[in-house]
């Protein structure tokens, strides 16, 4: 069965204290790596799509980097605005769905 | 604006009753899903439907019946509401055999 775990489950930062969050996955074949970013009472939202191991995707602050077992979101001098749950899913196979971490709780004090 | 748009935003109900969640994406994608998260905000599909034709149906109670007339809309039905069935209900849509998904901003359904 496919699987993806997150952790750490709650993370507390200063504002300007840089970290990382840890995705690892077991699934069957690697279609796609997929991190979200959700909000309180909003939908995630689409921020990087990894596929091969060694591959980086970079926005603003955050940085997605991809091995063949994990992935991570590192959080370079965060802001108090990235503060939300960051959700990582996989697919494993053609049409298959996202199958989703449990997220992280990112907290950023100013 | 190009989204994934969801009603109602809430729907409170009481036990046994029927209610019906609605979806529609302007994005032009042709593959639509329905995903349940719960109490722990853990997100997991229920279905998913390419070009209305259903591909994904999960471990889900037949009470759930998802209908889509066209590949811009899909519409989760539930039946005799249970206590259980009180979740965060998302809809998304991606373009062709799934991957990179955009999701609607949720329907909290509360069963009292």
């Known amino acids: 069965e496919d699987q993806v775990t997150q952790s750490p489950e709650a993370l507390r930062l200063q504002e300007g204290e840089s970290s990382s969050l840890n995705c690892s996955y077991t699934v069957s074949g690697l279609r796609g790596l997929f991190w979200y970013r959700q909000d309180p009472g909003k939908g995630p939202e689409f921020l990087f799509t990894l596929y091969s191991a060694g591959e980086e995707k970079e926005k603003e602050r955050l940085k997605a980097t991809l091995t063949k077992k994990e992935s991570f979101l590192h959080i370079t001098a965060p802001k108090p605005e990235d503060s939300a749950t960051y959700l990582c899913a996989v697919q494993a196979s053609r049409w298959g769905p996202l199958v989703f971490g449990k997220g992280t709780r990112l907290s950023v004090i100013a | 604006d190009t989204a994934v748009s969801q009603t109602p935003k809430y729907l409170v109900t009481q036990m046994g009753n029927d209610k019906s969640i609605k979806c529609e994406q302007n994005?032009?994608?042709?593959?639509m899903y329905w995903y349940k998260q719960d109490s722990k905000k853990f997100l997991k599909i229920m279905f998913s439907?390419?070009?209305?034709?259903?591909?994904i149906n999960e471990t889900v109670p037949n009470r759930f019946s998802p209908k889509s007339p066209d590949k811009a809309h899909l519409n989760l039905h539930i039946n005799s509401l249970e206590l259980g069935d009180s979740a965060v209900y998302f809809c998304?849509?991606?373009?062709?055999?799934?991957?990179?998904?955009?999701f609607g901003s949720g329907t909290q359904l509360s069963v009292l």
């Open positions: 998304a849509s991606s373009e062709g055999s799934g991957g990179l998904s955009l």
């Open positions: 439907y390419n070009n209305k034709e259903l591909i």
């Open positions: 994005l032009g994608h042709d593959t």
